[in-house]
C-alpha cells in the first residue's frame, strides 16, 4: 500500500518603505494555509469554479491563527488591495501585492490572501506577526510564498 501526503507551507517577506522608497523595515514571517484555503485547492483540482486568489488584507488582531480561521480579526478599513502578481513555478505560487500611502495605515499585526474580499471570498492564508506600523505615507509590500511538496 502506497501512502502519499501533501504539505503546504507559507512565507510571507513584508517590506515598509517610506515616501521616499527607503526601507524602514523588513520582516520574514511564516503562515498558516487554512482550512478554507484548501477546500478552494481541493475544489479547483474538481474542476470547479472557486474563484482564484485575488486579494490581500492587513489587519490589527494578534490573536494566533488557527486552521479553522475564515477571516482576519480585525481588518484595517481600506487595508485589502488586489494582487499585484500571481505567479507559479513547478511547486510553489508567490502571490505579491503592495499596500500603497494612504491605504491599510496603522499598526498591522496580520495578514491574509483571499479569492474576494476579506469576509465575502474564501481564505487561503492567515499569518500574524510583530507589530508593524505603516504611517499614512508609507507603502507596504508583501510577497507571500505557498509552497506544495
Known sequence: M???????????????????????????????VVTAGKTVIASRMAGNTSPLMSRMAVGTNATAATVSDTTLGAVVAAGNVALDSTTASTNTLTYVATFP???????????????GYPG?????????????????????VITWTVSIS
Open 2 to 32: 502506497f501512502t502519499e501526503s501533501i504539505n503546504l507551507t507559507g512565507k510571507l517577506n513584508i517590506v515598509l518603505l517610506d515616501q521616499f522608497g527607503n526601507v524602514k523595515d523588513t520582516r520574514d514571517v511564516k503562515n498558516l
Open 101 to 115: 500611502a494612504g491605504t491599510g495605515t496603522g499598526a498591522l499585526t496580520e495578514a491574509g490572501i483571499f479569492n
Open 120 to 140: 465575502v471570498g474564501s481564505m487561503l492564508c492567515r499569518t500574524v506577526f510583530s507589530t508593524v506600523t505603516k504611517g499614512a505615507a508609507d507603502v507596504i
